[in-house]
């Protein structure tokens, strides 16, 4: 079992930047972030593998995201420049085994933490 605990969410000004982290429990493997708005399906933003050598985006945040890891510190974080309105959203860390985009991929679930934009 892993425990995922986000933090680093809050309230931003349009164009404004946040830095997301999330600590695990143990050593783990791909760690994925998704995001999900009221009233919209959760989508996935980035993930990043165990070494850290390969990182996959989402086209709406490339160039304005930055994934990485400190394995030493259990710690994938999500750096967020030029924040947008439209990436208002309860942002989840998830781990898992496979890699890829996909919920399906990660077995192991943060709560969340809530990130807004205002224009």
């Known amino acids: 079992q892993v425990q995922l605990v986000e933090s680093g969410g809050g309230l931003v000004q349009d164009g404004g930047s946040l830095r997301l982290s999330c600590v695990f429990s143990?050593?783990?493997?791909?760690v994925g972030w998704f995001r999900q708005a009221p009233g919209k399906a959760r989508e996935f933003v980035a993930a990043?593998?165990?070494?850290?050598?390969?990182?996959l985006y989402v086209d709406s945040v490339k160039g304005r995201f930055t994934i990485s890891r400190d394995n030493a510190k259990n710690t994938v974080y999500l750096q967020m420049n030029s924040l947008k309105p439209d990436d208002t959203a309860v942002y989840c860390c998830?781990?898992?085994?496979?890699?890829?985009?996909?919920?399906?991929?990660?077995?192991?679930w943060g709560q969340g933490t809530q990130v807004t934009v205002s224009s």
């Open positions: 998830a781990a898992g085994s496979d890699w890829g985009s996909r919920s399906s991929a990660y077995n192991y």
């Open positions: 990043i593998s165990w070494g850290g050598r390969n990182t």
């Open positions: 143990r050593r783990t493997y791909n």
